[in-house]
């Protein structure tokens, strides 16, 4: 009867996308500007369409700050339900807030 509530409060299935961004923070490894990036998960995502017709997304980003002319790249991976899988970062580092 409880286990029967719980699953009727929390849904099966039908959870509502995850928050809708998330904040990308970086800093420049050469002069060591931090950058807070909002990233929209609906709008700044690229699909990738694997070959058994699935879907994943993408990001692909480039940060250049104003104190120096280190370009920084970001590629983050994410699955079909747009949590993040991978990340990597060239330039620059990530910072947990
Ligand atoms: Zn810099």
Request: aromatic share 10%; glycine share 10%; hydrophobic share 35%.
């Amino acid at each position: 009867m409880l286990k029967r509530l719980i699953k009727k409060l929390f849904g099966g299935g039908t959870s509502p996308q995850s928050s809708g961004g998330f904040f990308l923070n970086v800093r420049c490894s050469v002069c060591g500007e931090v950058f807070n990036l909002f990233i929209n998960k609906s709008t700044d995502l690229a699909q990738n369409f694997d070959e058994r017709g699935g879907v994943t997304y993408f990001l692909n980003k480039e940060i250049i700050g104003s104190h120096c002319r280190n370009l920084i790249n970001v590629r983050m991976e994410f699955d079909a339900n747009r949590n993040l899988v991978s990340r990597k970062i060239e330039n620059g580092e990530f910072i947990e807030l």
